[in-house]
């Protein structure tokens, strides 16, 4: 793995958001996403394209994760990135880029499912006892494998505590910044459940002006508790701060070597993972408890070229899950600039890494390639934004991709031909399956 510096963390891109939006923005910006000058055109895909999201549950075929919000969000972006889809017009049917947006937002949703029944007997429980939730909503994956009436269940409990017309006390009223400083932390041990995709539904929700509470709804039923980080009293800075040496031991660790025998699925490995926390203690990650903000960003963007280099350098090459810790990262960043407590900041980190090390893990930790394959790198972005712009019917983790990559190559210029080489890779593995 590399290990070379990335960009100066000063290096920043702006952020605004508009008004409306419950979100103030950051002191430090990972985006250039610019909702005041796409919510019409989000508002137009959500409605018109889009049924709305809460009338689906948030998966799929079992356990598929409906990216419906991704999807608006990662076309947005593109199209404020690439200036796609300008001729976008909801009322005008004939107009290209409708034809186009339309026909894929009708092919993504014959994948859905309708939401499921909410529960409420025990959301009454829950609204007089949330220990109630806890105890029986979390986690349930250990235990079941279809979450419908769950995941609508506590949904209506989140979606109560940010829209409840009886609380008449404004200043008793949540907004999705109360709900994310109240319940991010306390389940910021859970993060890698469901592929990492609790955090990319809450985080890629923000970095729309969503609401948050099917993404943390989706947290709370795939969460896969971890356990928490080891003290940084009883970490060493020398040992355990350097991310790619820490995956080298990770690699070199025997305890792993046929710890998921006989079992499949990358959640039941999870499982076992779970069950098992004090395995994970040594290869925590040192973080001064005295980071600035600014700091833990400069990790996050660390720990971001990595995730490329596993993408694209390693026996995991192209893997879906690597793809999903880059987006998830990118969810997670966009998170912890609305925290507004410097210690829950700190504890996201350090557990988004610990999730990291566990998938890592599950994946049959991968190794180097000997020897770089010879790829195909586009020298610009072109080939792949008129693939963007054409909207195949192919996964729409590829646009997710493409849009997180225009962003980290904004921040760090010198990755381009890594974010190029992931990006391409990725939309030949779309086109086959």
């Known amino acids: 793995f590399l290990s070379e510096e990335p960009e100066s963390r000063t290096t920043q891109t702006q952020h605004t958001m508009s008004s409306s939006s419950q979100f103030p923005s950051p002191k430090y910006s990972i985006t250039k996403f610019h909702l005041s000058s796409q919510s019409e055109f989000i508002e137009s895909l959500l409605s018109h394209q889009f049924a709305q999201y809460q009338s689906h549950h948030i998966e799929y075929r079992t356990f598929f994760s409906n990216h419906s919000t991704h999807c608006v969000v990662a076309f947005a972006g593109l199209r404020d990135e690439l200036n796609l889809w300008k001729d976008y017009d909801e009322k005008d049917q004939s107009a290209p880029s409708t034809k186009r947006l339309r026909s894929y937002c009708r092919w993504y949703e014959k994948k859905l499912e309708p939401l499921g029944e909410v529960d409420r007997e025990s959301l009454e429980k829950i609204r007089s006892d949330e220990s109630y939730m806890w105890e029986n909503f979390h986690n349930i994956s250990s235990t079941k494998v279809v979450v419908k009436n769950e995941y609508a269940t506590v949904l209506e409990y989140f979606m109560h505590k940010e829209h409840d ?8 009223k949540k907004t999705s910044m109360d709900l994310l400083n109240e319940y991010v932390p306390k389940m910021s041990q859970s993060l890698s459940g469901a592929a990492f995709h609790g955090l990319i539904e809450t985080g ?4 729309g002006g969503f609401s948050v509470a099917p993404g943390l709804a989706y947290l709370v039923v795939r969460g896969m508790d971890l356990g928490s980080p080891k003290s940084l009293d009883d970490l060493t800075k020398e040992k355990n701060s350097d991310p790619v040496a820490i995956l080298k031991r990770v690699s070199e660790d025997h305890r792993f070597d046929n710890i998921f025998d006989g079992v499949d699925g990358f959640q039941s490995k999870l499982r076992i993972l ?17 980071s600035s903000y600014e700091d833990l960003q400069h990790f996050c963007e660390q720990l971001n070229e990595q995730l490329y280099i596993l993408f694209t350098k390693s026996d995991a090459r192209g893997d879906f899950f690597v793809l999903h810790a880059i987006t998830a990262l990118h969810a997670m960043r966009i ?8 210690k829950h900041q700190l504890e996201l980190v350090r557990n988004f890494w610990r ?15 000997q020897q770089d394959e010879q790829v195909y790198v586009p020298e610009t972005w072109d080939e792949n934004a008129e693939r963007a712009d054409r909207l195949e019917h192919i996964d729409v983790h590829w646009y997710k991709l493409f849009y ?27 086109k086959k399956t």
């Open 335 to 342: 998170i912890l600039g609305h925290l507004t407590n410097s």
């Open 204 to 207: 890629w929700r923000i970095n």
């Open 404 to 430: 997180v990559s225009l962003l980290t190559e904004k921040r760090a210029p010198r990755l381009a031909p890594l974010l190029k080489e992931a990006v391409d890779l990725y939309y030949h593995q779309a």
């Open 274 to 290: 779970s069950q098992n926390p004090g395995l994970l203690n040594d290869y925590d990650i040192y973080v001064d408890p005295s």
């Open 355 to 369: 999730a990291v090390v566990s998938a890592f893990i599950v994946l049959k930790r991968p190794q180097p390639l």
């Open 165 to 172: 017309s009886d609380l008449l006390d404004w200043k008793k």
